[in-house]
């Protein structure tokens, strides 16, 4: 079955960076696209990243752009998450989640696999 395994979350003050892995297994890695999501406290999920099959196209939100970096490495089956300049409202638990064929990598509905998630927690 698939399986998704994110970890890197933790505390770090704010400025500071953090790396988040995801390791896949279950499924061929290499054939589908993936992203992260996050959900903080008394909020829905938001996305937060996407990466297509490749690694050849990233999609961000907004509120991370220039800050935040997603990549891929296929032959590890892992996708990572690279959060530099944190802010205390990036504060939350982020989800590594799989992408449907053809989903809008914006919308959450569009990954149907989910790990258990990963916190992190930014301290102002």
């Known amino acids: 079955q698939v399986q998704l395994v994110e970890s890197g979350g933790g505390v770090v003050q704010a400025g500071g960076s953090l790396r988040l892995s995801c390791a896949a297994s279950?499924?061929?890695?290499?054939?589908?696209?993936m992203g992260w999501v996050r959900q903080a406290p008394g909020k829905e999920r938001e996305f937060v990243a996407a990466?297509?099959?490749?690694?050849?196209?990233?999609y961000y939100a907004d509120f991370v752009k220039g800050r935040f970096t997603i990549s891929r490495d296929n032959a590890k089956n892992t996708v990572y998450l690279q959060m530099n300049s944190l802010k205390p409202e990036d504060a939350a638990v982020y989800y590594c989640?799989?992408?449907?064929?053809?989903?809008?990598?914006?919308?959450?509905?569009?990954?149907?696999?989910w790990g258990q998630g990963t916190q992190v927690t930014v301290s102002s």
């Open positions: 279950g499924h061929t890695f290499s054939a589908y696209a």
């Open positions: 990466i297509n099959r490749s690694g050849s196209s990233t």
């Open positions: 989640a799989r992408r449907v064929d053809s989903g809008n990598y914006y919308d959450t509905p569009s990954y149907d696999y």
